[in-house]
């Protein structure tokens, strides 16, 4: 991992500054702000509250039939028969289109349909710091679209360091009554992964991280989840969210009650990425 300076990412301005960083950047020395958020590092950080922050990452260095490869039997097929539906995959530059917009909306809509995960879902995603992140030219947001032009699967990422990071995903598959449908939006699903993968590798990423893995036993919901994203191969990892008082006046308020309410947000971020 290069660790280098950046400018970080506000989540607060105001009494304190708190800025949100990835994988290898860190606060610029002349510019530290009061706490900072570092997300999806390898170790954990002394004097920080550090979370553990499981992931799988696969490496993009192979070629494309290397990826292929990691693929199991069974999403190989679906990708294929995607492809032969004529699932297309959209991708936008967010800080230039309503694309933002128009997937918070249908966020929205997708944390309706998951009843067992609404209240979570509902502040997972807040359309201002998405701004924020778009604005720095870290956001990439593509999406699958059907024969009709419907749009079926949102997939948003955070790119730093060489890394694309799944940051949000949506698909509406639960608000249909029927399974063909619903089997229909479960291939353009992992149709849109596998052409990610492959297009963040040709512009030179070298990792790419499914955005999350439950190390739990109990929740049966999100042990579901892990077994999707594992059929795309990948090594699961265990990394660290820190977060760190940089100023004086951070370090008094790291342990604050409200901030701690911060940081279960982000755990359960973590979880349903």
């Known amino acids: 991992m290069n660790i280098h300076e950046s400018d970080g990412i506000v989540s607060r301005g105001w009494p304190i500054t708190i800025k949100n960083y990835w994988f290898g950047q860190r606060p610029k020395k002349h510019a530290l702000p009061d706490i900072a958020r570092l ?3 390898p170790e954990p950080l002394k004097g920080a509250i550090n979370i553990e922050a499981w992931t799988l990452l696969t490496d993009l260095a192979g070629t494309d039939s290397d990826l292929m490869a990691l693929l199991d039997r069974d999403t190989g097929k679906q990708v294929r028969r995607a492809e032969r539906e004529g699932i297309l995959v ?5 800080r230039h289109s309503n694309i933002l917009n128009d997937f918070f909306m249908f966020y929205h809509n997708f944390a309706e349909s998951k009843s067992e995960a609404r209240d979570v879902l509902e502040i997972s995603v807040k359309l201002h710091m998405l701004k924020r992140i778009a604005n720095s030219g870290m956001l990439k947001v593509t999406r699958a679209v059907g024969r009709d032009g419907e749009p079926l699967v949102y997939r948003v990422y955070i790119a730093a360091d060489g890394r694309v990071r799944g940051h949000h995903s949506a698909s509406l598959f639960r608000k249909t009554q ?3 449908h619903r089997h229909y939006v479960g291939r353009a699903n992992r149709y849109l992964h596998v052409q990610n993968m492959l297009y963040f590798k040709h512009q030179g990423y070298s990792q790419y ?3 999350g893995w ?3 036993k109990d929740n049966e919901s999100l042990l579901r989840i892990n077994r999707f994203k594992e059929a795309f191969g990948g090594k699961v990892v265990c990394e660290y969210d820190a977060i760190y008082g940089c100023t004086l006046l951070g ?3 790291l342990p604050v009650r409200s901030l701690y309410r911060e940081i279960r947000d982000s755990v359960s971020r973590l979880m349903i990425r």
């Open 209 to 211: 991280d499914m955005g």
């Open 178 to 180: 029927s399974s063909e």
């Open 214 to 216: 439950y190390s739990g």
């Open 39 to 41: 997300n999806g590092i």
């Open 90 to 94: 959209e991708r936008y530059d967010c």
């Open 251 to 253: 370090r008094c308020l």
